[in-house]
């Protein structure tokens, strides 16, 4: 259903981009807070709004550079619906002034060959940089222009409660059109994007939303039942839930994680999952005790390490705006450091995985080197083995999902094997 375009609808977004723009706050967290103030918003309304400001979000750059110096909100607005969401001047009279239909025909006319490349992949210079080292110009710019779309929404089937054929079958009963999704076993993808969190099959805890490319970290870590597993970064949970269906809801399953509010949220998804083998715990810092009474005695372990979160940008445009070198040093610093303390708990012949959201070697491949220089008793066992093992056909040593070749977000993981 497509939302009633008139210049209420369009004030609302002016005054969430004005938010946004100041980059204050994560973009989703805005625009959350912003609809609970504004109830009145119904789903069609709330789906214009959010992905015209995720529009200018994606697309600052070129539009900034179409547009010459004339920048307002109202401007950035109007130039993504006309460029980045395709809209025509008809479908705008609700709001275009007369004055301004030169001005966007002209912001049309603007060639996107003739911008340097960062501008036009719409990055920033850093990042653009560091992305054409990595993959050459030409990749560089296919995989900004999958980077600058509006990312699919995938669930992950509880495999506790219902088999994928099974979710398939009472979502399309539900008037929802899905489909299984390419990659993992798990997965379903949704054609559009309908209000979920009332629906009965989501308060059943009959799945979790969660990226495709996501999912294929717990086949990576590959829990059996009855086995101990930790995972170390366990944020709001979404992987723990999964590997808790994995293994069966046997075992013991610690979900540690520093942050007391991303826990919270981890208890209600517990409770609609109908697994008790999760112990969630909050941790100080990586070298907690709570830890150290692991140490040496965990089957698997997965490090889904804090990071950029630059494979996310489809999802989060604003973190390349919100990123820098300087963080992403940083980073580069805790993530070492994480992954240092999460092996003291790995047993002999045990599992560690290594894993981020980001596009960068910096956080990914330079990190398991210098791991692995340090560690003679880990080994890298190649992600495509491991996959394989569970029908999952994958190339590669390491998991490197990205955007434009695997319509997932960005990911990395290594599998790293304590010799026995």
Known sequence: MKARFTPALFAHAEAVLGQLLRFDHP????????????????HADRAFVAETVFAVLRRGRSLEARCGGQMSDRHRLLA?????????????????????????????????????????????????????????????????????????????????????????????????????GPLSPMAVRLRDKPALAKTALFLEGAYEVQDEGSQLLGYLLEPKRGEMVVDFCAGAGGKTLLLGALMRNTGRLYAFDVSD??????????????????????????????????????????????????????????????????????????????????????????????????????ENDEIIDAFLEKHPDFSLTPASAVLAKQGITFEGDVLRLLPHKHNTDGFFAAVLDKKA
């Open 80 to 180: 993504a619906l006309a460029v980045a969401r395709g809209w025509s001047q008809r479908e705008l009279a609700p709001v275009l002034k007369a004055s301004e239909e030169e001005w966007l025909s002209g912001v049309k006319a603007v060639r996107e060959e003739e911008m340097p490349p960062a501008v036009r992949c719409d990055l920033p210079d850093w990042l653009y940089q560091r992305l054409e080292v990595q993959f050459g110009a030409e990749e560089t710019l296919v995989l900004s222009k999958a980077l600058n779309q509006p990312a699919p929404l995938d669930l992950r089937v509880n495999t506790l409660k219902m088999n994928r054929e099974t979710l398939l079958e009472k979502l399309a009963a539900d008037g929802i059109a899905s489909e299984p």
């Open 261 to 362: 509010k991303r826990l919270a949220n981890l208890k209600p998804r517990l409770a609609r999952s109908g697994l008790s083998n999760v112990h969630p715990a909050r941790i100080e810092h990586e070298r907690d005790t709570k830890i150290k009474r692991l140490a040496g005695k965990a089957d698997r372990v997965l490090v889904d390490a804090p990071c950029s979160g630059l494979g996310t940008l489809r999802r989060n445009p604003d973190l390349k705006w919100r990123q820098s070198e300087t963080s992403v040093a940083e980073l580069t610093v805790k993530q070492a450091s994480i992954l240092e303390a999460a092996a003291k708990l790995v047993r002999p012949g045990g599992r560690l995985v290594y894993a981020t959201c980001s596009l960068l070697t910096a």
């Open 27 to 42: 973009a989703d967290a805005v625009v959350s807070r912003y609809f609970r103030d504004h109830r009145e918003l119904g």
